[in-house]
């Protein structure tokens, strides 16, 4: 299996602009995971699927991000408008079941300037 | 709710000799425990994890984790360390409490220094 994939790598977009980040979850995976990476606060949880509901987005930092996951092999995290404090590593991540292991994919790396 | 606690942001260490990153954590029910290292501009890696069984987890590169449940502990440890493990390591912990769930919570991270 390829992983989790993601795109785009690397991101550069302008204050106020709208950003969406795309993730590729393992084949037969039922869970899928959305963190974002900064120095500051470390690996936060922002939302969670489970079989393309969305279980727990406790995570998420306000109005201005949604996620969704139309079908079990894509998700979007969204971003609109994006603001420099976005600004982090946000990773997508999937497992098969409670207890099973967690693969995380490379990372979206966003700079909003 | 859950938490990891990483109590040493850098461990520092000579490359041959033994070494251990600590982490302990709190959480309702059983925990479900891992261990996940990351190079410079990578994503996560997963090395070991501890769900249920012998206390003492063998995982990947020479790593192992032993899962203390009276000390709520989970410290990561080689026998003898390389230049090349050095990088960034996170504990995370998920928990069965109102029923198995996913949600995998990370410590701080760790930054493991090997010096040649």
């Known amino acids: 299996d390829a992983g989790v994939i993601q795109s785009p790598r690397h991101e550069v977009t302008e204050m106020g602009q709208e950003v969406t980040l795309r993730c590729k979850p393992i084949s037969g995976h039922d869970y899928l995971f959305w963190y974002r990476q900064t120095m500051m606060r470390g690996l936060e949880l922002l939302i969670y699927?489970?079989?393309?509901?969305?279980?727990?987005d406790s995570g998420m930092p306000e109005d201005r991000f949604s996620a969704k996951m139309p079908n079990a092999s894509f998700s979007t995290l969204k971003i609109q408008p994006s603001e420099p404090r976005d600004s982090a590593v946000y990773f997508c991540?999937?497992?098969?079941?409670?207890?099973?292991?967690?693969?995380f994919g490379e990372g979206s790396w966003l700079t909003v300037v | 709710a859950q938490s990891v606690a990483q109590p040493e942001d850098q461990v520092n260490v000579a490359e041959g000799n033994p070494l251990t990153v600590k982490c302990t954590y709190s959480v309702s029910g059983n925990p479900y425990l891992f261990w996940y290292v990351q190079y410079p501009n990578r994503g996560l890696q997963f090395l070991l994890k501890?769900?249920?069984?012998?206390?003492l987890v063998k995982g990947s590169y020479g790593f192992e984790a032993e899962f203390n449940k009276s000390q709520t502990s989970f410290h990561l440890k080689k026998p003898s360390a390389l230049v090349s493990d050095s990088a960034l390591y996170f504990c995370a912990v998920s928990s069965t409490y109102g029923g198995a769930t996913n949600k995998l919570i990370f410590g701080t991270g760790t930054l493991l220094a090997v010096q040649p």
């Open positions: 501890y769900i249920t069984g012998d206390n």
């Open positions: 991540a999937s497992s098969a079941r409670p207890g099973n292991t967690i693969y």
């Open positions: 699927f489970n079989n393309n509901v969305p279980i727990d």
